[in-house]
């Protein structure tokens, strides 16, 4: 094969994808020459790096970082190829490896070599989502690695912004409607030279957010952590040599894709694994602009397909159409989770990198939702979309897993990582603070197929799962303080294995000249699909809470307060603070005024089930209602079991009265299910008699008009006529 | 042999629910047996109370199973749900909770669906009136067929096994 290292950065990424093409290998790579002559030294080059990239998200961290970053993390660093495809990655919140390969590859094929150029020293910028970000809110730092003049590799970091200037304050709007609301772009941009960024586009940059300060030390961060990188690679070189290097880069990158190709034969069965996903974006009489007036749905099909020779295709087509909100997800945010969720289940122990990327194939459809190829919509918020539709992906594996028997690897889906606190105000000194919370990032993981989910510690787009500190939350968002942190009962999907719990905070304003808060979260849907092999889904949430309350006047006359909102059916909240308070399903709200004394909760995801919960052994439902994971009264009700309470309030099972409660709900079982046939001709007249509501046809009509596919598979699915159409009012 | 036993005895609690998490965790992170499958259709084939060959396990209660010359999907209590390559839900029995009433036994109407947008439909055996599925969807949404093996190619080329 041709030494690549004579032709243009563009001709060597043309060459890399040609090559991949024609043989089915990276870079035609067909032997790992240097794993297998010296697998010791290649797994020692391998660990070195993986670990200057760990250590280098440690430290920068610590160097300088904002409360947001330092408290949870929410960073990653990565090494690339020069071509741009990663070797290995840090810890974090690596989703957005990938989205920093696309952006470098943009940069590529731009031919930004000969035009800003590409030379030792410089640092570019990105947080642009139409050519390989999820939101602007993530910013990427990127830098080439030159070694004796050349270039040898790429150095990328990427962070979470606090505030990124977008027409609301916060990291994730949501009364956005376009790109010119979405806040400060920086579209891979050449932003400094000779290893300094140019003090021109600080200025502009710090003077683009609301939280300048928290910029500019995240900045600081990426640039301390790619630095960090650059030296150890130099480091590396040094003492293995640099055509080792080079070999060694290409070898992991397919030592990569083979893992992922030896476990999709190892773990699953070929054939086609099915599910979708919905997401409501109610914006009717909430929106601020008219074309945003209506309510959406979303919808997630997902298929994979697992070919005879161990091919992995996951396949989108159907998903629904973009819109006039913040939650459209460009292609390349959309093959960021994609292979983060790869990382997470099939290659968790492998070479973590782009290589298992190239082996996935995936179609994401063209003008849909998950890859509109519309640079002019609103990209704020594409999580509200994305995380609901890769929750049917682990489900899909997990089908497979249970099929070949490794049911240690099953996961039935995962909470949803929803209902960030958000906005900003004036503190009574004259202070801005913002509100962009991120405890969000600790929701209840999906029911394994060996063992209930873990509790309020799973986040689908950072392994590293973390609610952070309340104090130092606190410490941020300094006119709002926490009440309360608590489970919150009746939120983990109900089966044999329970899902992971959901949790809430509850939160005080206080010593505020003005505050605006807003949130989002799913509240008419369940997110998810459903769960595994009868799993029930997590519950949805919704939007509590209390203005123009007693709150002061109960603290000076020492009255005991609400602290969270445990049972709806018995709440507190409502009458107990006094005041106004405001409850609704749709949890996604836009910006409202509050002051100090008004209460603010918030509801954080539990897991979906797996299994028929009335399997779930009586011993575990108890200690459920002990740790308050269930209410007593769902316990009964859905478990079927009859839980007695001793005079310590300590509960036991009643097991003739269980074994009653369980034949009951079977017997009820039997009388309130009709034949399939019945059930699919009662479904039927739905569509036929026109009972569906608006968002809903919508939902229907744009996959069918997307997807001629798709419409003809609703169509005969439900026999219906060739012409049919849903009549829809303008939009 | 030992080895086999105590590999026989982990799967067995695998399979129940009660392996230790220290257990679990062995598994998960050690290297995968390549003869767990047949390790766990043996074990599944002894637990359930009919003859018929198990092909592949789909779900805690349903299998594929051979009968004489016909791949079906058959239910631990007995019940036959068809050929495998047609949907099994198409045989089953479903109750669809699409109203507020119904809905409501499950979830507070807080934290449940609004039913104009999404219903929820449970899917049981005929047979033993086990809950095999659920589906969230919205109304009129086509049931999903969830999985539909290339057997022949998983026997044939991945086992290397006959598929009889």
């Known amino acids: 094969m041709a030494d690549m290292t004579e032709m243009s950065l563009k001709d060597r990424l043309e060459e890399s994808v040609k090559r991949y093409q024609q043989t089915g290998h990276y870079q035609g790579i067909t032997r790992l020459e240097l794993k297998e002559t010296e697998p010791f030294r290649y797994e020692k080059v391998y660990s070195e790096l993986r670990g200057a990239l760990v250590s280098a998200r440690e430290t920068a961290l610590h160097i300088s970082a904002s409360p947001i970053v330092r408290n949870i993390g929410e960073l990653c660093f990565a090494f690339y190829t020069p071509e741009g495809d990663s070797v290995a990655v840090s810890t974090g919140i690596i989703t957005h490896v990938h989205t920093m390969s696309e952006a470098i590859k943009f940069m590529i094929r731009q031919g930004y070599e000969t035009n800003p150029g590409i030379k030792e020293g410089d640092i570019f910028c990105n947080n642009d989502p139409d050519l390989g970000n999820v939101h602007t809110t993530d910013v990427h730092t990127i830098i080439p690695i030159f070694w004796e003049g050349q270039l040898m590799g790429w150095a990328g970091g ?212 998950c890859n509109p190829g519309n640079a002019l919509l609103a990209y704020g918020t594409p999580w509200a979309y994305l995380i609901p539709a890769f929750t049917g992906m682990f489900r899909l594996l997990s089908r497979g897993y249970f099929a070949r028997g490794y049911r240690e690897e099953i996961v039935s889906g995962y909470g949803f990582t929803g209902d960030p606190t958000q906005g900003g105000g004036t503190l009574s000194n004259g202070a801005y603070f913002p509100v962009s919370n991120f405890e969000l990032c600790a929701v209840g993981l999906g029911a394994r197929g060996t063992m209930d989910g873990l509790d309020a510690a799973y986040a689908m787009w950072n392994p590293e799962a973390d609610m952070g500190d309340a ?80 709150f002061y006047e109960m603290v000076a006359q020492h009255q005991p307060y609400p602290l969270g909102d445990p049972d709806p059916a018995a709440r507190e909240l409502d009458t107990g603070l006094g005041g106004d308070c405001f409850v609704s399903r749709d949890a996604l709200i836009l910006p409202q005024p509050f002051q100090s004394g008004d209460v603010w909760l918030s509801l954080f995801s539990g897991g979906p089930g797996y299994g028929d919960p009335l399997e779930r052994p009586a011993e575990d439902v108890v200690r459920d209602a002990e740790g308050n994971f269930y209410l007593p009264k769902t316990v009964e009700r859905v478990f079927g079991v009859a839980l007695g309470v001793d005079d310590q309030g300590q509960f036991s099972v009643q097991p003739d009265e269980t074994d009653r409660l369980r034949r009951d709900i079977l017997a009820e079982r039997e009388k309130m299910s009709v034949p399939y046939q019945e059930f699919w001709e009662r479904e039927r007249q739905k569509i036929l008699q026109k009972q569906l509501i608006e968002p809903v046809k919508r939902m229907y009509q744009e996959s069918m008009t997307l997807s001629p596919q798709w419409s003809e598979k609703f169509k005969s699915f439900w026999s219906l006529p060739k012409t049919f159409a849903f009549e829809l009012d303008n939009l | 042999m030992a080895n086999d036993d105590e590999n026989k005895k982990t799967v067995q609690a695998l399979i129940s629910g009660e392996l230790p998490w220290a257990e679990m965790k062995d598994l998960m992170s050690g290297t995968k047996d390549p003869e767990r499958f047949r390790v766990v259709r043996s074990i599944l084939q002894s637990m359930v109370p009919f003859p018929e060959k198990i092909l592949l396990p789909l779900t805690p209660h349903l299998f594929i199973v051979q009968k004489q010359s016909e791949r079906i999907v058959k239910c631990d209590c007995g019940y036959e749900f068809g050929d495998y390559r047609t949907n099994w839900k198409y045989f089953s029995r479903v109750r669809v909770r699409d109203s507020e009433e119904s809905l409501k036994s499950l979830y507070h109407p807080d934290q449940g669906v609004d039913p104009q947008w999404m219903e929820l439909r449970e899917f049981y055996c005929p047979g033993c009136f086990r809950l095999l599925e659920t589906e969230a969807v919205p109304p009129g949404y086509p049931v999903v067929f969830d999985f539909q093996p290339d057997l022949d190619s998983f026997y044939r080329i991945w086992l290397k096994e006959p598929l009889d």
Not at chain 1, 235 to 253: C, D, K, N, P, T
Not at chain 1, 471 to 485: C, M
């Open chain 1, 158 to 369: 990427v962070a979470h912004q606090v505030d990124i200037g977008a027409s609301t304050p916060g990291h994730d709007p949501v009364a956005t409607a376009n790109r010119f609301e979405d806040g400060f772009y920086v579209t891979a941009e050449k932003i400094g030279e000779n290893h300094e960024v140019r003090k021109d586009f600080k200025i502009r940059a710090q003077r683009s957010v609301r939280t300048p300060l928290y910029w500019d030390l995240d900045e600081k961060c990426r640039i301390a952590g790619i630095y960090m990188v650059r030296d150890a690679v130099h480091r590396i070189i040094r003492e293995e040599g640099f055509s080792y290097f080079q070999q060694f880069m290409l070898e992991a990158v397919e030592e990569g894709r083979q893992i992922f190709m030896a476990r999709i034969q190892e773990r699953l069965v070929p054939g086609i694994y099915q599910t979708a996903s919905f997401m409501d974006a109610p914006y009717k009489g909430k929106a601020w602009h008219p074309e945003q007036n209506h309510d959406f749905m979303m919808h997630a099909p997902m298929t994979i397909t697992i070919d005879a020779e161990g091919h992995f295709k996951l396949d989108m087509d159907g998903a629904s159409g973009p819109g006039p909100f913040p939650f459209n997800a460009s292609e390349g945010s959309m093959q960021g989770a994609l292979w983060v969720q790869i990382t997470q289940t099939l290659v968790y122990d492998g070479k973590v990198n782009d290589g298992s990327y190239l082996a996935a194939q995936h179609y994401f459809p063209p003008g849909s939702w």
């Open chain 1, 471 to 550: 104090e130092v939350w606190e410490t941020v968002e300094s006119g709002l303080l926490y009440l309360s942190r608590r489970f919150k009962p009746d939120t983990a999907g109900y089966g044999r294995f329970r899902g992971g719990s959901g949790w809430e905070s509850l939160r005080l304003v206080h010593g505020v000249k003005d505050l605006q808060l807003y949130s989002w979260r799913e509240g008419r849907v369940f997110h998810g699909g459903a769960g595994l092999f009868g799993g029930y889904p997590g519950a949805t949430g919704y939007r509590l809470f209390v203005k123009n309350t007693k």
